[in-house]
């Protein structure tokens, strides 16, 4: 059974922090990757993917995938309460490409 | 333009009642797919068509049956419904089941189900 486990949290930071969101996964033949923001009463949006071990930035957010230990995190920088929602981790594996989500992380940024 | 959209966004029934819920993009992707949200927000997929045709069927009860007219649509339409299917339940589309390691979902904006 493939599996993605993530913290539930709440994951509580100050405003301007750095927040630390971690994924960890267990299929090792797993390729792609992805973080999904979730607001409350709201659908998933992608955030970031990322397939090449090491570092991926896009603005604010850097996601970091080593696929030897087999997690993948998301680094939001400068965090602002308007970050505060639930990331969701998805994992692909190799050939139908269906998502396994994990159970999301809730990121509180308080001012 | 709604790139997925869902109707009704809310649905509030009793047990034993049949219901369906729509989905369709306008972003011309391949792939539609419907998840369901617990309580706890854990989101799992039910099933996956790619151009009219079921690809994944996961585990659910056969109280659930998808059915896609054509590749712009996805409904999903629920039998004798029960307490346990009280959840969220979203639509989303991907351009290409198979195509690309960067395949990403597009999700409608959900259907919160209410049994009572």
């Known amino acids: ?25 267990s299929d090792r033949g797993s390729q792609s990757f992805f973080w999904y923001r979730q607001y409350s009463g709201k659908s998933p949006e992608l955030i970031m993917f990322i397939y090449s071990n090491g570092d991926k930035e896009d603005g604010r957010f850097t996601a970091q995938l080593n696929k030897a230990s087999q997690y993948v995190s998301l680094l939001i920088r ?34 | 333009d709604t790139a997925v959209s869902q109707t009704p966004k809310y649905l509030v029934t009793q047990m034993g009642n049949d219901k369906s819920i729509k989905c369709e993009q306008n972003l011309g992707h391949d792939t539609m ?12 997929i039910m099933f996956s068509y790619n151009n009219k045709e079921l690809i994944i069927n996961e585990t659910v009860p056969n109280r659930f049956s998808p059915k896609s007219p054509d590749k712009a649509h996805l409904n999903l339409h629920i039998n004798s419904l029960e ?9 989303a589309s991907s351009q290409d089941l198979q195509a690309s390691l960067a395949d990403t979902q597009y999700f409608g904006p959900g259907t919160r189900l209410t049994v009572l």
Do not use: M
């Open chain 2, 83 to 91: 307490l346990g299917d009280s959840a969220v339940y979203f639509c």
């Open chain 1, 1 to 25: 059974q493939k599996e993605v486990e993530q913290n539930s949290g709440p994951l509580s930071v100050p405003e301007g922090a750095i927040a630390s969101l971690n994924c960890t996964y």
């Open chain 2, 33 to 44: 797919y419907w998840y369901k949200q617990d309580s706890k927000k854990f989101l799992k």
């Open chain 1, 78 to 111: 400068d965090s602002q309460p308007s970050d505060s929602a639930t990331y969701l981790c998805a994992v692909n594996s190799g050939g139908s490409y269906i998502p396994t989500f994990g159970r999301g992380t809730s990121l509180i940024v308080h001012p």
